[in-house]
């Protein structure tokens, strides 16, 4: 049995090593405007942010993402540039919306805005910017435009006008480069409409005839992750979203079946009682459910681990560089919801109800779902992808015999891959 210690240390010097997609992207990456489509795992971050320290030699660079977390982290690693600006899509056209108000003598009325929810508040506020932005005669205008993990928000209504408008040389002859993934994540896998597929970055702005790249390599997980993680969560059948990288990474996805909540609690105590016993950092772990620490469903808030590591919730971060835990910080662990951990990643996650379903707070039972036809649990699959070396999932026992179907299939595909 090799050890998680062993397996990390495997791993450390593989993980993330330029692909020939990402260093082709690089090579080029002076052209003006730049579409890069990939699943999750291919290193579009890391090729975003690469870009960005090139392009700020030149001028001003406006970075949004689609994560808090992930914005604060890149927000903390360009720390030292000036004309480097970051913000999530939703902070920045609030943000931007009430300057206007600001400056302009217009009113937005928050309580109602407050009253919407997530898409139609989006809606709401690109409008009001679209209407007013002309007349605002202090819009500042950026020379480059970053947008990572385009595919959460550029489906909305007046979205490629507001971002064209804060562009020098708008989105016609201005400097840009887009990021996302437009096959597997969130509403593009799951709504194939006309008018959504028209929001595509590479069918709404083809007249302007961007480069267009498509990144097929998974760099981020160890192989078995890369594999098993598509089809364990119902994302991919036989097709994967991603190939593994070149170089066999190693890595191990471990599942265990708990009938109860108390079984559960049990479980999780053993496996952080065994990484600890293994003297495996804290800050090399991570615990990610669908819902907040407080929640009744999440085991983590009801287990006691607190003599082995102390847990940071990171859902309560507000300030990456001056309150994440430090990366040689041995004896505190991070949690996080698995939406709030988009775009992030950690040598090692433990994903706890994977198929439970925040917004109806119910557990899918999956073992009656017919596949192959569309992707059915998102969620799970965007949490076991955050994994780089070892992924540990506790699952309800109902579940065990649809996950030995999945991991059958899987390890044909391996099979397939390492002939």
Known sequence: RVSSKNLLNQSRTQINQYTNEQ???????ETKRL????SQGTGKTVIAEEIAKRKLLNGSVLFISSGRLRNEETKYRFKDYNNFYCATFHSFIYKTANNICAKNDKVLNIDNINSLNFDERADLLLEFISNEILNFKDIKEYDCLILDEMQNYCHYKEFYGVFGSILKDDLKQGSWYFFGDFDYQNLWSKKKTDQLSQKNPKIYLNDIKPDFHNLSYNVRNAQQIAVH????SGVADKKLPSRPFVIKIAGSIKHSFEKDQKSKIIRLEKIIEDLYNQNIHGSDIVILSSNRINHSKNILGLSNISKFYKTVDLTQINTFGEQIIKPDDKKSIYFSTIHGFQGMESKIVILLDPLTNPAEDSYENIAEYTYGKEPKNLITYNAMGRANTLLYVIWDKIHEKYVSQQIG???????EITK
């Open 409 to 415: 299939k899987a390890l044909k595909i391996q099979d």
């Open 23 to 29: 260093i082709k992207i690089l090579e080029n990456y």
């Open 229 to 232: 993680a598509p089809l364990l």
């Open 35 to 38: 579409i890069v489509n990939g």
